[in-house]
């Protein structure tokens, strides 16, 4: 067998990259219950002390009395605080996330926001003056700057020591340049990407969309041991000649991760490239793979009923206040309804809250919602915004014609005529549509096939990738675009 050449073992792949950050968080999570305790302690220490000296108890002796009465009695959600800091955080896992310092502090600055403004509203409802307001902001406070501070130096030691993979493409062909090209508009990288090898002479020494092609197969092991590469891609569309493979597979035997194109795709971008796969895979990944566990299939039902009993129960609250609104700025119809399309092509009608002009449809034709619509009304755009306007669709929830979590319910019309433009556009029917998704918090308004090829691509990652956690993280992100008014 050929000599392992891979001069980091230590090089992480992104589960590993996961792992350590996950053991991180934790670590300072725990830390701060800790602290937060000590802090609680020492604080209820010298109000006590404070108030027997205002009463007249000589010091030494109110010291000895605050010391012996300074009992504090957290009950055990107290200690569970790390785990909910852990969910909080569960956008920030992901190795082109985690690699930005910029989107890292802006991550843990929302949880930390999300995580005091829901311990405020406990507070606030429950009317309970021994809820620990002291302890909890504490732990906000020292799980903020602690995980900001582990995860900057773990940034940093990454970076610094070469612990990033060193990635070659197989093909500089279409699949090649498509992966290339979203390399080099990324803001974070957590690789590098050093060439191409190609066996069309004709490319090899060129420079193809900013990556040179460094030679054919044949070359492919010297160059390895070159540039200390430690993936290589297969960015091959068709069959790969033998000698090609047979080079691919002695590359492996070196201790060299092999990874086809729609993978590291899937790892950059959180999509699926609908525009560079095969028949064959689209029936290994959504037909033989498309089965998840009975126990999931239980609990996001299970999950679908409480959230939308939740969820009618504050629709029941803030319908007369959105009802008025919506009154006053443009009159009747308060709610308008729609034929959409669920599972297995099943049509229902959903209700909203009418965020448009009454014309918006004159001629009948349907009309996708364009970013900064006229149609829109002032008071539309807020509930827009905020996704107030979907509040009756937990209705269809609770009825089991939607989920919490899954694709857009889109209307009849518009899948029709999308079908016949973007490949696999209809397999977003294999899955309930949802309130919310993995397309909906990643991706704007979408107006031409285009963008609505892209927002299929991060349907079918969310169909094939769709756990609990999955749908955990998209509520939870889902949460910060209603808190940040940003929704669409």
């Keep these: 067998m050929a000599e392992n050449i891979r001069t980091t073992p230590l090089r992480l792949r992104p589960s590993e990259y996961r792992s350590i950050l996950l053991i991180g968080d934790l670590l300072m999570a725990v830390t701060s219950v800790l602290a937060a305790l000590y802090t609680w302690r020492q604080y209820n220490y010298y109000v ?7 009463r007249g108890v000589p010091t030494g002796r109110a010291e000895l009395q605050a ?9 055990l959600w ?13 956008e920030l896992y992901e190795p082109h996330v985690a690699s930005s310092g910029r989107r890292t502090t802006r991550g843990i600055a929302l949880a930390a926001f999300i995580g005091l403004a829901a311990y405020s509203l406990v507070f606030i409802v429950k009317q309970d003056t021994n809820l620990p307001r002291v302890g909890v902001g504490v732990f906000l406070l020292f799980a903020s700057v ?5 995860r900057i130096i773990f940034i940093r030691l990454y970076k610094s020591t070469g612990q990033r993979r060193r990635v070659l493409l197989i093909g500089a062909g ?3 340049q498509t992966l290339a090209e979203l390399y080099h508009s990324s803001s974070t990288r957590s690789f590098n990407l050093i060439g191409y090898v190609d066996d069309d002479t004709a490319k090899v ?3 193809i969309c900013g990556l040179r092609v460094m030679g054919s197969s044949l070359h492919l092991l010297n160059l390895i041991d070159a540039y200390r590469i430690s993936d290589i891609v297969i960015a091959i569309n068709g069959e790969i000649q033998g000698t090609t493979f047979q080079t691919i597979l002695d590359a492996q035997e070196k201790g060299v991760e092999v990874t086809r194109m729609p993978i590291l795709y899937e790892e950059m971008t959180g999509r699926v490239p609908v525009h560079h796969l095969e028949s064959d895979w689209i029936i290994r990944s959504f037909v033989d793979g498309l089965h998840v566990s009975g126990f999931y299939e239980f609990m996001k039902r299970l999950l679908d009923i409480l959230g939308g009993a939740v969820g009618l129960l504050v629709f029941a609250i803030t319908c007369p206040f959105l009802a008025l609104a919506v009154l006053i700025d443009s009159g009747l119809p308060i709610f308008y309804s729609q034929p959409r399309l669920g599972r297995g092509g099943l049509r229902f009608n959903i209700y909203k809250f009418r965020t448009m002009r009454q014309d918006a449809e004159a001629d009948g034709e349907a009309r996708t919602t364009l970013e900064n619509d006229p149609r829109v009304t002032r008071v539309g755009n807020f509930l827009r915004k905020t996704r107030l306007d979907e509040l009756p669709q937990f209705w269809n929830v609770l009825r089991g014609e939607m989920s919490l979590v899954g694709p857009r319910a889109e209307r009849p019309e518009l899948v029709a005529e999308y079908q016949k433009q973007v490949p696999f556009y209809r397999a977003r029917l294999l899955v309930k549509p949802g309130l919310t998704g993995w397309a909906q918090i990643n991706y704007g308004y979408v107006a031409s096939v285009t963008e609505t090829a892209v927002k299929i691509e991060y349907d079918l990652y969310y169909i ?3 756990t609990l956690g999955m749908d955990f993280q998209i509520v939870l992100r889902t949460i910060g675009t209603v808190l940040r008014h940003t929704g669409r």
Excluded at 48 to 54: C, I, K, N, P, S
Excluded at 67 to 75: A, D, G, S, V
Excluded at 146 to 150: E, F, I, N
């Design 48 to 54: 006590l002390l404070g108030e027997l000296v205002a």
């Design 67 to 75: 010391k012996l009465f300074n009992n504090i009695e957290p009950q």
């Design 78 to 90: 107290f200690y569970l605080l790390p785990i909910v800091w852990m969910l909080l955080l569960v």
């Design 146 to 150: 602690l995980t900001l501070l582990w």
């Design 174 to 176: 279409k699949a090649g």
């Design 205 to 207: 020494g060129k420079n």
């Design 464 to 466: 094939k990738h769709r």
